[in-house]
């Protein structure tokens, strides 16, 4: 009787990095699997179905990293109806004229196709496929000066990963890339677009909800969001001048005690705060919506009543805020009335809600690896993660398509 190797996981760890467009919005949801058997095509499938990877993706392409096309290309079949499968291809296996009749049916089958990496100085554009439109290129260390060629050459979009700060997104911008992922929305930017964070359309739905006398329930929904929002809804009700004393735990809660009349003024009065003056998106957003959403998921996993929820999707939301307001995060929820246990997971990442965050935080597939052992510390299995992933990023998507 064969042994199972208990230092391979049975399930491996799943990665959705959100790659976005030049005015930060969503565009597409990079996958990465770590680590990935010889079952690929099978675990993908799993992915889209089992999953449901193919609902959360809504309009979003999905970007698929291949090492074998020819076997992808066998065992996959066409794309799955309704989901845009972009591969991501090795350079080395693009330029290699033995190898282009497996990448021209993938073509014809429906998939779109990116060369991963830059062709060497021997290749050129003749000689490069022309089904094949577009670069994705590891941008960590800046961009190549032999990159521009390609990037003016072929039609893209064109992806710059690893894209660390804003003033690197600016750059790959102005050489020609067009779809971008990276830790840079995690960085303030050059541009402000973090401290005016609320959106004005989004204010408009809320007004019109109150006015409306709408459902409670729809108004929560709303503002969970937009964190800068959220922020300022805590802020105004922990303030002295409604003289409430406990915690405020929950969306619901601080509606109520806010009143329905009070609200509406409020509302009416940030229409005049500040608002980006150009039409981009603000990159942190859809990064907050999936944090908080995530973080909820997994709590109801660890069977947390809906209170324990309702405060591990504040935690998921809050935890950017130093980003968005350009503040230390303790000056920024000390006038708020938060339960101990939030403010510990946020500021010292302990207790349930804290180990949670972390997990969170490692897995945006940055610079802090996530690892089985992490899962385990926080009480998630690495299928349940996966499952709380994909929901959060179904959650992230619509709120960045309404941004």
């Avoid at 690929?40 to 698929?64: M, T």
């Avoid at 009749?101 to 990496?117: N, W």
């Avoid at 964070?197 to 459902?215: N, Q, T, Y």
């Amino acid at each position: 009787m064969s042994v199972q190797d208990k230092s391979i996981p049975s399930f491996p760890l799943v990665f959705l990095q959100p790659v976005a467009d030049v005015h930060y919005l969503w565009t597409a949801l990079s996958l990465h699997v770590s680590p990935l058997n010889d079952d690929e095509c099978a675990f993908i499938g799993r992915l889209l179905h089992d999953f449901g990877l193919s609902e959360a993706l809504g309009k979003l392409s999905c970007i698929v990293p291949v090492r074998n096309p020819a076997r992808f290309a066998g065992d996959f079949g066409a794309p799955p109806a309704g989901v845009d499968l972009v591969l991501r291809i090795p350079v080395e296996y693009c330029v290699d004229p033995a190898r282009l009749p497996v990448l021209e049916r993938l073509s014809k089958m429906g998939y779109r196709l990116i060369a991963d990496g830059l062709p060497g100085p021997k290749v050129s554009l003749l000689q490069f496929p022309s089904f094949i439109e577009s670069l994705s290129l590891d941008c960590s260390a800046g961009i190549a000066p032999q990159a521009s060629t390609w990037l003016i050459g072929m039609r893209g979009p064109h992806i710059a990963e690893n894209v660390a700060d804003p003033v690197l997104f600016d750059a790959c911008r102005v050489q020609g890339f067009r779809w971008f992922s990276g830790d840079y929305p995690l960085l303030p930017s050059s541009t402000g677009v973090q401290k005016d964070a609320i959106s004005r359309g989004r204010l408009l739905k809320l007004l019109e909800l109150v006015s409306h006398d709408a459902d409670v329930p729809e108004l929560e929904a709303l503002l969970k969001q937009d964190p800068a929002l959220s922020y300022q809804l805590f802020k105004l009700v922990s303030s002295a001048a409604f003289g409430f004393s406990a915690h405020i735990t929950n969306f619901t809660q601080a509606i109520n005690l806010l009143g329905r009349r009070q609200l509406q003024r409020w509302l009416q009065l940030l229409l005049y705060a500040r608002f980006p003056g150009d039409e981009s998106a603000n990159p942190l957003l859809p990064r907050a919506a999936a944090r908080a959403a995530m973080m909820e998921n997994m709590c109801e996993q660890l069977d947390g009543d809906r209170d324990e929820q309702d405060r591990a999707f504040i935690v998921g939301m809050f935890s950017l805020l130093d980003t968005l307001l350009a503040m230390p995060l303790k000056m920024i929820i000390e006038p708020l009335r938060l339960p101990r246990d939030i403010v510990d997971a946020l500021m010292q990442r302990t207790g349930r809600l804290g180990y949670l965050l972390d997990v969170v935080e490692r897995a945006e597939y940055g610079r802090i690896p996530l690892r089985h052992s992490d899962l385990e510390q926080a009480g998630i299995s690495a299928e349940g993660y996966c499952r709380a992933l994909i929901q959060a990023y179904r959650w992230a998507s619509k709120v960045s398509q309404e941004a």
